[in-house]
């Protein structure tokens, strides 16, 4: 205890109500203000009340997905994808094209290529990472692993040449079917062309491994199936190509009728 007055130490006993304590007079002068030093809406130097404060690292995440850049991680796996193509075709062409360990390694790049190409989409989508060269590259991605796979089998004699252009025919004319109608519309995937590239991916990696037996047999069925999904699925986005190019040449009709009125 120093025994100085109150008076030297802040002039006036009001000081001692910034502490908090209770009944004490409050430091507007007010007796028993509450102390809202810690308080959320406290008062700023300006005197104005301050909002709710963000925390850093809720901005910093934010930023992270709102500016979705070139290198994040589903372009990654996309680049990834491409770059399998040509050691792919290395591999399964390798000392003929019959070697059962160039043969096993070229089926586990491919498998890859495959298994990139169902995450890749799927991070994209969950957080936010769309960008204009994921939209050119997945799909250039997507049609280049399956065509190396289809040609590489049909020039080896594993697989008739028939097979390769239904396969490759019908993902070119979807393609183009998709661009012909885009100005009316965007064909969702449906779950039968899920279904279509799950028995493609299956039947063309049993296809690419050395198998004999009973294994051979089941290939060529799961192949079978696989086609007949090719050309039901592509039949079907025509049926919706037309439907939906219709409904927008009669929105468009409908507009310009209602905008003449």
């Known amino acids: 205890m120093t025994g100085a007055p109150a008076s030297a130490a802040g002039g006036s006993p009001g000081a001692k109500g910034a502490t908090g304590a209770p009944g004490a007079p409050g430091a507007s002068g007010a007796p028993g203000a509450p102390d809202t030093s810690g308080a959320s809406g406290a008062q700023g130097a300006s005197g104005a009340p301050e909002g709710p404060r963000t925390p850093r690292g809720g901005k910093l995440g934010a930023a992270a997905v709102n500016q979705a850049s070139l290198w994040n991680i589903a372009n990654i796996l996309t680049m990834i994808r491409l770059v399998l193509v040509p050691g792919f075709v290395v591999l399964m062409l390798a000392d003929g094209g019959y070697d059962p360990a160039m043969r096993a390694w070229a ?4 498998a890859v290529a495959m298994i990139t190409d169902i995450f890749d989409g799927h991070l994209a989508r969950t957080y936010n990472l769309v960008t204009d060269f994921g939209k050119i590259a997945d799909p250039i991605a997507d049609k280049a692993i399956m065509g190396a796979a289809l040609v590489c089998l049909s020039g080896l004699g594993d697989l008739p040449w028939w097979v390769t252009f239904v396969i490759l025919g019908r993902e070119l004319g979807v393609t183009l079917l998709r661009f012909v109608v885009i100005r009316y519309g965007v064909i969702p995937a449906s779950r039968g062309g899920k279904l279509k590239t799950l028995a493609q991916g299956t039947a ?3 296809y ?3 198998l004999t037996g ?3 047999t089941l290939r060529f069925w799961v192949m079978g199936v696989a086609i007949v999904l090719t050309v039901v699925t ?8 037309v439907v939906l190019r219709r409904r ?3 929105e468009r009709r409908a507009a310009a009728a209602e905008a003449e009125r």
């Open 214 to 216: 009973a294994l051979a």
């Open 208 to 210: 690419i491994l050395p």
């Open 107 to 110: 089926w586990a790049a491919f």
């Open 234 to 241: 592509g039949l079907d986005y025509v049926r919706q190509a």
């Open 248 to 250: 927008g040449i009669a």
């Open 204 to 206: 063309v990696g049993m």
